[in-house]
């Protein structure tokens, strides 16, 4: 939530011009998302909304801050593009853990090698020109990857890959990803399975604690969402002082 909201904010900054121009703004403030006024043009409704409207002041709050003081922003976004892989770029797989995999596709298979990035999953083929060196053939954020076992084969794993959303009650985005991977045997299987889960954690775990140090939050970096909940009840209460 807290990459997604900044990710709209960037996308649709708040433009008064554009206010003054929606005859909405002249009605009483609408509360639910039946009215069909953008969540920016009315108050929010529940627990959610009010999490992500105290997301988006904070956004609104430091980035002011940071302008009035001339500060550079270094620490939005969590996940800098510049620092992840692409596809078709060539990597160093020397020192790396490869697992060996088949890619079952919807029209064809593929023969891939999986590496587990501290922020991506990536898939490579081997580079034909250079020795040691691969290719990647697909990569995605850790934080996004689901796996499942194959019910009928123990050296296969479902594995999908959601699309971030820019709107958070968009459900039926489909996924980066949906395909079943088949290992050389179970125990590669399992050992991709729990290096993927741990990968995930470890990815989302890093991202807890950069959003604990934008807080200024010293503690465990569990206590960063406790933080804004903390955020979200100041705001609820002060709408209904007001």
């Given at each position: 939530?807290?990459?997604?909201?900044?990710?709209?904010?960037?996308?649709?900054?708040?433009?008064?011009?554009?206010?003054?121009?929606?005859?909405?703004?002249?009605?009483?403030?609408?509360?639910?998302?039946?009215?069909?006024?953008?969540?920016?043009?009315?108050?929010?409704?529940?627990?959610?909304?009010?999490?992500?409207?105290?997301?988006?002041?904070?956004?609104?709050?430091?980035?002011?801050?940071?302008?009035?003081?001339?500060?550079?922003?270094?620490?939005?976004?969590?996940?800098?593009?510049?620092?992840?892989?692409?596809?078709?770029?060539?990597?160093?797989?020397?020192?790396?853990?490869?697992?060996?995999?088949?890619?079952?596709m919807t029209e064809r298979k593929d023969r891939r090698f999986l590496v587990i990035d501290q922020m991506q999953f990536i898939l490579i083929e081997p580079d034909s020109t250079k020795i040691s060196w691969g290719i990647v053939k697909f990569c995605a954020l850790m934080q996004d990857v689901e796996v499942a076992n194959d019910k009928e084969d123990s050296?296969?794993?479902?594995?999908?890959?959601?699309?971030?959303?820019?709107?958070?009650?968009?459900?039926?985005?489909?996924?980066?990803?949906?395909?079943?991977?088949?290992?050389?045997?179970?125990?590669?299987?399992?050992?991709?399975?729990?290096?993927?889960?741990?990968?995930?954690?470890?990815?989302?775990?890093?991202?807890?604690?950069?959003?604990?140090?934008?807080?200024?939050?010293?503690?465990?970096?569990?206590?960063?969402?406790?933080?804004?909940?903390?955020?979200?009840?100041?705001?609820?209460?002060?709408?209904?002082?007001?």
């Amino acid at each position: 939530m807290f990459e997604d909201e900044y990710r709209q904010t960037q996308l649709n900054p708040l433009r008064i011009e554009h206010f003054l121009k929606d005859s909405c703004m002249l009605f009483p403030p609408s509360t639910t998302p039946l009215s069909g006024v953008e969540f920016i043009k009315r108050l929010p409704s529940g627990d959610i909304e009010r999490a992500r409207r105290s997301i988006r002041v904070f956004f609104l709050v430091r980035a002011l801050f940071l302008e009035l003081s001339s500060i550079a922003e270094t620490e939005l976004p969590l996940t800098k593009p510049e620092n992840l892989l692409k596809l078709n770029d060539k990597i160093d797989f020397h020192n790396c853990d490869l697992i060996a995999c088949t890619v079952h596709m919807t029209e064809r298979k593929d023969r891939r090698f999986l590496v587990i990035d501290q922020m991506q999953f990536i898939l490579i083929e081997p580079d034909s020109t250079k020795i040691s060196w691969g290719i990647v053939k697909f990569c995605a954020l850790m934080q996004d990857v689901e796996v499942a076992n194959d019910k009928e084969d123990s050296r296969s794993l479902h594995i999908t890959i959601h699309k971030p959303v820019a709107n958070i009650y968009v459900k039926t985005s489909p996924p980066i990803l949906n395909a079943k991977f088949t290992f050389d045997d179970h125990i590669r299987c399992m050992t991709a399975k729990q290096n993927l889960n741990k990968g995930r954690q470890r990815a989302r775990q890093m991202k807890l604690s950069k959003i604990a140090a934008i807080l200024e939050i010293e503690t465990a970096p569990t206590n960063a969402m406790n933080h804004l909940k903390l955020l979200t009840t100041t705001t609820s209460y002060t709408q209904h002082q007001f």
